[in-house]
């Protein structure tokens, strides 16, 4: 099956800092990747899909200024929170999908926990 | 954002017993999917259904796509061990590029 993968797993900063999560396909080309948001004991939430070489598409009521999302190649999606705050400490989850799968099915990263001081 | 009416919230049975989890939408989705999720890790494709009153099994798992498309339940047959986890219920729209609608989730606990 598809793999995908993140970086970091875990990552724990200082509040008003910029973190970088990292989301990559290893053995298909994503022409699409999405990312959710995980709080504890919580559903996963849909952030905003993007689409290569293209602008992300955010959820309502998700910060595009906050949560900077780049899709630059077929295999790399980048989340950077910026300026984070304790609130934004969650399970951060991105998926990929490729069109030229018959079933456009979505493949689950890791996770990556962060916590913000 | 939208969600999906996932019930029961938790499970405490005992290792061997059949499982039955159920989903409701008050929208239409193309696609229903579930998807077992381990503490700390993504969620993985338990089963996928692609037609309204579809009935697909995978092993000791079988769920079924509503007729109306805005429900589905899981079965899970003769509990092991390993089923301990939570399950998700999802939806997708008619874009193939759309992101999933997620249910809140049921906790599977086994009880030994």
């Known amino acids: 099956g598809a793999v995908v993968s993140q970086h970091p797993s875990r990552v724990i900063c200082k509040s008003g800092t910029s973190v970088k999560i990292e989301c990559r396909s290893l053995?298909?080309?994503?022409?699409?990747m999405f990312w959710y948001r995980q709080f504890p004991k919580k559903s996963l939430m849909l952030m905003a899909t993007?689409?290569?070489?293209?602008?992300?598409?955010?959820e309502q009521g998700v910060e595009k200024d906050k949560f900077l999302i780049n899709h630059a190649s077929l295999t790399l999606s980048t989340l950077t929170v910026t300026s984070a705050h304790p609130e934004d400490s969650s399970f951060y989850i991105c998926?990929?999908?490729?069109?030229?799968?018959?079933?456009?099915?979505?493949?689950f990263g890791p996770g990556t926990r962060l916590t913000v001081l | 954002g939208q969600q999906l009416n996932q019930s029961p919230q938790s499970m405490f049975i005992q290792e061997g017993e059949d499982v039955s989890m159920n989903c409701t939408s008050s929208?239409?989705?193309?696609?229903w999917l579930w998807y077992k999720q381990e503490p700390g890790e993504g969620p993985v494709l338990l089963i996928a259904?692609?037609?309204?009153?579809e009935l697909t099994s995978n092993g000791r798992l079988t769920a079924q796509f509503g007729i109306t498309r805005k429900d589905s339940f899981l079965n899970i047959s003769a509990s092991i061990p390993s089923d301990v986890g939570i399950y998700f219920c999802?939806?997708?729209?008619?874009?193939?590029?759309?992101?999933?609608?997620f249910g809140k989730g049921t906790h599977l606990i086994i009880q030994p």
């Open positions: 998926s990929a999908s490729s069109r030229g799968r018959a079933s456009d099915e979505q493949f």
């Open positions: 053995d298909f080309q994503a022409t699409t």
């Open positions: 993007s689409n290569e070489g293209s602008k992300a598409t955010y």
């Open positions: 929208s239409i989705f193309n696609t």
């Open positions: 259904l692609y037609k309204a009153g």
């Open positions: 999802a939806g997708q729209g008619w874009g193939g590029a759309d992101g999933l609608t």
